[in-house]
């Protein structure tokens, strides 16, 4: 499975949103990105994963650049709730694992 | 539903002892899976169950085990515990393994232990 590369911490202003970087520039075609987060204390939590098109659900949108080889997180309203560490993991089909790296320490900022 | 259930939430041993951890999957689901995670080496597979099977183990020493039984339910055992052993234990489950499991795993809140 191709690893992955995010910037230690961000900050993000409450109602703005928060847009999470991530590279995969060795994706190979069949491989998924996914995303997760952990609130401190807690286990990782499933966000989104999407292939190639970008994709939205209720909790976030990820857009996938169309060489595939880096993508974004985007959580529209950024809450104090949403303060995190966000894993940006990149699996295939016959990975049996996620990789999870060291991932994105989110600050949300009142 | 019920969500992913460890037991216990946190524990104390002593180096050389052995623990037992205990997973109780979301109902229905058949995979489990195992991450340990740490300060210093953050999240690390251990291994992974289907249908009472262990499809893959990570690159842990042998002292690391699990099982998974009939019900699903998995447990996790460390023998001749070390203190680097302390860590979070987390168990994640998922309806079926890949290539089925492409909305990922639901984590547990997993089990504290840490070896004095």
């Known amino acids: 499975d191709a690893k992955t590369t995010q910037p230690p911490s961000m900050d993000c202003a409450e109602g703005r949103a928060a847009n999470l970087p991530c590279n995969h520039s060795t994706i190979s075609g069949n491989e998924y990105v996914y995303w997760y987060r952990q609130i401190h204390s807690q286990g990782p939590q499933y966000i989104i994963h999407g292939l190639k098109n970008n994709e939205t659900n209720e909790m976030a949108s990820l857009i996938i650049t169309e060489d ?21 993991i990149v699996r295939g089909l016959a990975g049996n694992q996620f990789y999870f790296g060291t991932g994105t320490s989110l600050t949300v900022i009142p | 539903k019920a969500g992913v259930t460890q037991t216990p939430r946190y524990l104390i041993k002593t180096r050389g002892q052995q623990v037992t951890l205990s997973c ?6 058949r995979s489990v899976s195992w991450y340990q995670q740490t300060p210093g080496q953050g999240l690390q597979f251990l291994f992974e169950y289907f249908s009472e099977t262990q499809r893959n183990k990570g690159n842990f020493p042998g002292r690391f085990s699990g099982r998974q039984f009939s019900n699903s339910r998995s447990e996790m ?8 052993d302390s860590a979070l234990y987390l168990c994640a489950s998922s309806l079926v393994p890949p290539p089925g499991g492409l909305h990922g795993y639901t984590f547990g809140s997993g089990t504290r232990l840490t070896v004095v």
Do not use: F
């Not at chain 1, 993508?71 to 309203?77: A, D, F, N, V, Y």
């Not at chain 2, 055992?77 to 680097?84: A, R, Y």
């Open chain 2, 77 to 84: 055992n460390v023998s001749t515990l070390e203190l680097g």
């Open chain 2, 24 to 29: 109780s999957p979301i109902s229905g689901h």
């Open chain 1, 68 to 88: 595939r080889k880096s993508s974004t997180l985007i959580l529209p309203h950024a809450t104090l709730r949403d303060t995190a560490v966000y894993y940006c």
